[in-house]
């Protein structure tokens, strides 16, 4: 059974930083592209990033210069450090696995919340 779960969120400032962790069981980690994706109330699911089994990236716009997706294979995790965090990145994350870099796969975590304020 596969599972993803999320870690990491909580209650920045304003040019803050934090950094999510995605834990992953099974097998599908060293096979799939591993991406985090972002929710605000009454809002379509966004793409944030996403990395390949490789190590290339593909950040969305608003968030290009200030987030980093990495991961660990042999840990089965990947982890998604944002720096410089604005209000306007208020969201739940939600870690996802599948086959592509531009479209999500069938695998998600839960989410975790990620609120930025003063």
């Known amino acids: 059974q596969v599972q993803l779960v999320e870690s990491g969120g909580g209650l920045v400032q304003p040019g803050g930083s934090l950094r999510l962790s995605c834990a992953a069981s099974?097998?599908?980690?060293?096979?799939?592209?591993m991406a985090w994706y972002r929710q605000a109330p009454g809002k379509q699911r966004e793409l944030v990033a996403a990395?390949?089994?490789?190590?290339?990236?593909n950040y969305a716009d608003s968030v290009k210069g200030r987030f980093s997706i990495s991961r660990d294979n042999a840990q089965n995790t990947v982890y998604l450090q944002m720096n410089m965090l604005k209000p306007e990145d208020t969201n739940v994350y939600y870690c996802?696995?599948?086959?592509?870099?531009?479209?999500?796969?069938?695998?998600w975590g839960k989410g975790t919340l990620v609120t930025v304020s003063s």
């Open positions: 996802n696995a599948g086959s592509y870099m531009f479209s999500p796969g069938n695998y």
């Open positions: 099974g097998s599908i980690f060293s096979k799939n592209v």
């Open positions: 990395i390949t089994v490789g190590g290339i990236t």
